[in-house]
């Protein structure tokens, strides 16, 4: 019998890590679910394609499938994002520091995208979702990424008395530095993920949202170089010298 998997695959950085983690644990029918909410940063939308191809190549013996859904009803009834709404600005890492909530959350957004999610693993006879969430994400404002949603959000699955799913968020305790050494550990090509809220046509991103500059000090801890061209990076670099920025640590 296989051992299915659900997964949330934005694009993004930590999700395709997650893919790869996926196989290591020895799954070996993946069923990756991609959201187009309308999101600002429609670049990582294309970077789906590029980290299924990149997982096939690398895996053969691994069913994955990828199925992105239109959610754009998300921007429509949440415009008070900037990932959702053009007119508002980007937060800049710098200045949310110490903040309860960035410009940048878009409401209940996991919260829905797992409650489908949830509904397509049990569709697909699958009992566990996967999304990467991370704990110091929770740091900067997002309490969807928090130990504590994922728990409560499991109380929920658990009342289906015949299907429980499991909600699991395998990088929660993880730094940002060790997502990325796991991933070049196991082949992600990060050239190919993108995590900027920005969404430049000449493809650089934007140092100072806050998605961006904890993926900077992540690849500085690491000790390795992020393959993303950045604009603003010296003044983030500054801003982790001078003040040991404990959202980014």
């Known amino acids: 019998m296989k051992k299915k998997l659900v997964l949330t695959l934005s694009g993004g950085m930590d999700s395709s890590v997650l893919l790869y983690m996926a196989q290591d644990r020895g799954y070996d029918e993946i069923h990756t679910l991609t959201f187009d909410y309308g999101q600002r940063h429609r670049r990582e939308l294309k970077c789906v394609d ?103 959000v499991n109380k929920v699955t658990e009342l289906n008395r015949e299907n429980r799913v499991n909600i699991e968020a395998p990088l929660l305790v993880m730094s940002k530095a060790e997502i990325i050494l796991e991933g070049i550990k196991l082949g992600v090509i990060f050239r190919d993920t993108w995590t900027c809220y920005s969404d430049r046509e000449d493809g650089v991103a934007d140092a100072t949202t806050p998605s961006s500059s904890m993926r900077i000090k992540g690849f500085i801890d690491a000790g390795y170089e992020d393959p993303i061209i950045y604009l603003q990076q010296g003044k983030i670099n500054k801003l982790y010298n001078e003040n040991n920025c404990e959202i980014c640590a």
């Open 50 to 152: 590029k980290q299924i191809t990149n997982f096939i190549e690398k895996y053969k013996n691994i069913e994955v499938t990828n199925k992105v859904l239109d959610v754009n009803y998300i921007k429509d009834i949440a415009p008070t994002s900037s990932l959702t709404n053009t007119d508002i600005d980007n937060p800049d890492i710098s200045k949310i520091a110490g903040d309860a909530q960035p410009v940048s959350y878009v409401p209940f957004r996991n919260l829905m995208f797992l409650s489908i999610c949830s509904a397509y693993a049990e569709s697909v006879d699958a009992d566990t979702v996967w999304y990467g969430a991370a704990q110091v994400d929770s740091l900067a404002g997002y309490w969807d990424g928090s130990e504590e949603f994922v728990d409560t």
